[in-house]
Every structure is written in C-alpha cells, then in structure tokens.
C-alpha cells in the first residue's frame, strides 16, 4: 500500500493567489482528515470527512478556505485568496471505519506551503 | 471547550536515562491516542488507548491512561538516539479529537 498520497509536497506562491492542496487516502478507509501544523498553533484539525461527507468543518479558519471530496479517493483543500499567515504545513491523514471516528490515523507526508 | 495540555513541552534526555511525558484534559476523554513525528516528517500512530485505567506497552514505551480519563502519560525507558522527536497526545471527546502541543524530545549520547 502506497499510504496517503499528498501532492504537492511544497507550494510557494504569491499573497492573492488561489492554492489548491490535494490528497488521496488509503483505499478502502472512510474517514479523511485535513490538518494544519504551525510552531504557533501546533497540530490543528481543519475539517473531516465520512465516506465523503464532510462531518465536523468547525477548524475551518475563515470562508477562504474550502475543502471537498468528490469521491472516495481524492480530496481537495482550496485557499483563495492566500495570505502569509497561511503558511503552515498541512496533512491529510485517512482512517478506517469503525464505531467512532479517529480511529488510527495514517498522516500523509504533508505540504508545506509557504504564501509569500 | 475542550482542551487537552501536554507537558513538558521540551525534554532533553542523556542517551540511557528514563523520561515520561504527561497529558492532561479539562473533560473526561472517550479515548486518547499517541503519536511520534520525527523532525522534518509527519505524525505517526503509536497507540490507542480506551479503558480506564488502561496500560499497554510497546517495547521501551509505557502507556496509561488515568482512572477518570482525563489523563495520560508515556514513559519511555532507556532513551535511545532514535527516541528523537515530537511524541503528540490526542483526546477524543464529544466526538471532536484535540492534540496536544506535543513534547519535543532530544537525546543526548
């Protein structure tokens, strides 16, 4: 098994600028996780999902940002517009199904964005 | 809300000596979990634990979890260079999971 895939694994771009981060879970798993990691806040949960559905978008920083799962292999995290404070890493991370939610977690390699 | 504490937030160990690091949560958890990430990597699931009281055990590890299941601690015995990193607590409560800050680990030889 490959594991979670993240693409890129680093993005620059410029203050305004649309960024879209992309991930794909371990096949068969039914929760996908986004998370955000800076020295600041440390490790912070941005939204997940249920067999696509997205069930807690609490972490959601702000309207720019946006998160979607058109199916059961692929999830997009959208940031427009970017701003410097954006910077951070961010991992998905995808978890079986189970009776609650965040059973074992498997982190993808994450990508590292960095909003000039 | 929910809040889970980790202390300390820094640990310098010399190579062979014991070190535990503690979690601490302002509500009764369903569960916590434990995590390793190394420096410049992502975090990786070392265990679960879910009962009261519960202790398991990974090798040099030691994990348990408090009677009220508001906290929790790793130990980690004779401290190895591969020890190095940032050990992350997360509790789940009320169907939200919240991490610790972590505890950064460094290892002297």
């Known amino acids: 098994d490959a594991g979670v895939i993240q693409s890129p694994r680093h993005e620059v771009t410029e203050m305004g600028q649309e960024v879209t981060l992309r991930c794909k879970p371990i096949s068969g798993h039914d929760y996908l996780f986004w998370y955000r990691q800076t020295m600041m806040r440390g490790l912070e949960l941005l939204i997940y999902?249920?067999?696509?559905?997205?069930?807690?978008d609490s972490g959601m920083p702000e309207d720019r940002f946006s998160a979607k799962m058109p199916n059961a292999s692929f999830s997009t995290l959208k940031i427009q517009p970017s701003e410097p404070r954006d910077s951070a890493v961010y991992f998905c991370?995808?978890?079986?199904?189970?009776?609650?939610?965040?059973?074992?977690?498997?982190f993808g390699p994450g990508t590292r964005l960095t909003v000039l | 809300g929910q809040q889970v504490m980790q202390i300390p937030q820094y640990q310098h160990v010399q190579e062979g000596e014991d070190f535990t690091t503690y979690c601490n949560s302002s509500?009764?958890?369903?569960?916590i979990q434990w995590y390793k990430q190394r420096p410049g990597g992502h975090p990786v699931f070392l265990i679960q634990l879910v009962k009261s009281g519960e202790v398991k055990k990974q090798k040099r590890l030691t994990f348990q979890f408090g009677e009220a299941k508001k906290n929790s601690s790793l130990h980690i015995t004779a401290t190895q260079t591969t020890d190095v990193g940032t050990y992350f607590c997360?509790?789940?409560?009320?169907?939200?999971?919240?991490f610790g800050a972590g505890t950064t680990v460094t290892v002297r030889a």
């Open positions: 991370a995808s978890s079986p199904q189970g009776d609650i939610p965040y059973n074992e977690q498997f």
């Open positions: 997360a509790g789940l409560a009320d169907y939200k999971l919240s």
């Open positions: 509500t009764t958890l369903s569960n």
């Open positions: 999902f249920n067999n696509n559905v997205p069930i807690d």
